[in-house]
């Protein structure tokens, strides 16, 4: 595979709040159907409600295996979209051994309810109380390493941690690999698993969260709208299986797209806010046309970051009319929420079914564009069906980090 060879996404994997498969959780997000709602065990917490996988969601059912023992809800999740990934790419279990199969995951907190589940038995019942399982299930790393073992790929095996650009990195790093040569097939994407009241407190002490008061839970996610007030806590998975094209092309499997290239870079600007002119973003976008052989211009759609905060949105809206005047934009954590380290890869999948299908999915309650929005070509309220072959999809963290993909259609 040369250098600029792109990578063919043969399998899509997705445990989301809009469903637990690919195929709902397209028909929810093409439709605009959110998801935001009360969670039990926030209660008491300064946020009560965020968007989290459907109650159906069982591991144990999912796979015939008592597992939920054994991996933490990170890594549940993460398996459930890997095996649904895999199968759709058509390669048995036989295939997978003989192949180098490399698996790269984002996460931006691993496996931290495995940690606050021990931390509270520490407290009561001290180190006695503590579970054997405890660092084989919390630790970071983890994700990735069960996915390997789980499914026998005996290529690298490595965790990504970007904050909230962690799962688009894993795919970027997953493109990498495939380029040198250095494995065949890369299982790759981003999973969090991190709605807490730990983390919620931690994120409504940075005001960063919606707080309810002017919407109700599902309308609280309002990406580019200008009552947005925060973005809402969320969690979830998505997996890429990506080949070369020439092997997919033998495998008999038409690609939903194709990554041709990213861009990743870093603000140097401060610990969560992003540089106000987006320097670093607006250079991402390009380093990724660039890596992709497309010019800015050129791109069809862009799938935004956009998480619902009013200075995250106003500067990625500044950008995206900058640097790429002609695509559509949209941004589906309307949705889905803000799944944090894994919304990169969530969002990836979902780019490249738009390009698959035709189709950009509405930002969900998006009524009237905030400051500097007005310039984009929103997507609102109904998907909008068109010749879309260049995508764009972009992933912002805590810490500067920016990195977008680059999408093409097959």
């Known amino acids: ?93 036989s295939e997978r051994a003989d192949a180098r199969m490399a698996v790269v995951i984002g996460t931006a907190f691993g496996g931290v309810e495995t940690f606050e589940e021990n931390h509270a038995r520490f407290l009561s019942g001290g ?18 390493g069960n996915l390997s073992i789980e499914l026998g790929a005996t290529g690298p095996s490595m965790i990504v941690s970007t904050a909230c650009a962690s799962g688009a990195t894993a795919i970027g790093i997953g493109l990498d690999l495939l380029r040198s040569g250095a494995t065949d097939i890369v299982v790759c994407g981003g999973s969090d698993a991190s709605v807490t009241p730990l983390h919620v407190a931690g994120f409504h ?34 997996v890429l299986v990506l080949t070369r094209e020439t092997d997919a092309a033998a495998l008999g499997t038409r690609p939903y797209a194709t990554v041709a290239g990213y861009g990743t870079t870093s603000d140097a600007y401060h610990i969560t806010a992003p540089h106000p002119e987006g320097h670093g973003a607006a250079t991402a976008i390009r380093d990724a046309c660039r890596a992709a052989e497309l010019a800015p211009e050129e791109i069809d759609h862009v799938n935004a970051h956009a998480t619902s905060t009013p200075t995250g949105d106003v500067a990625e809206a500044e950008v995206i009319a900058r640097t790429t005047p002609n695509a559509v934009v949209t941004s589906t954590k309307g949705v889905t929420g803000h799944t944090l380290g894994a919304a990169g890869a969530i969002e990836a999948a979902y780019t490249a079914l738009a390009l698959h299908t035709r189709t950009v999915p509405p930002t969900a309650n998006l009524h009237t564009p905030c400051d500097k929005a007005g310039a984009l070509d929103l997507v609102i309220r109904y998907a909008r069906s068109g010749r879309f072959d260049t995508a764009l999809s972009s992933s912002f963290g805590f810490g500067g980090h920016n990195t977008v993909l680059a999408f093409t259609c097959s």
């Not at 180190?127 to 990735?144: D, E, I, K, S, Y």
């Not at 940075?206 to 973005?231: K, Y």
Request: a positive charge.
């Open 1 to 93: 595979m040369s250098g600029h060879a792109p990578a063919a996404i043969t399998g899509i994997g997705l445990v989301t709040p809009a469903g637990i498969d690919r195929t709902t959780n397209w028909e929810t997000v093409r439709a605009g159907i959110t998801t935001a709602r009360a969670v039990d065990t926030l209660a008491g917490s300064p946020v009560e409600f965020a968007s989290v996988v459907p109650d159906t969601f069982d591991v144990d059912r999912l796979t015939g295996r008592r597992l939920s023992r054994h991996y933490d809800r990170s890594t549940q999740l993460a398996l459930i979209a890997a095996r649904e990934a895999l199968d759709e790419a058509r390669l048995t279990p």
């Open 127 to 144: 180190p006695q109380a503590v579970n054997a399982r405890f660092l084989p299930r919390g630790l970071v790393n983890m994700v990735a």
């Open 205 to 238: 002490k940075l005001r960063a969260l919606s707080q309810g008061r002017q919407h109700p839970p599902a309308s609280a996610s309002r990406p580019f709208d200008a009552g947005h007030d925060g973005f809402v806590m969320a969690e979830g998975a998505a």
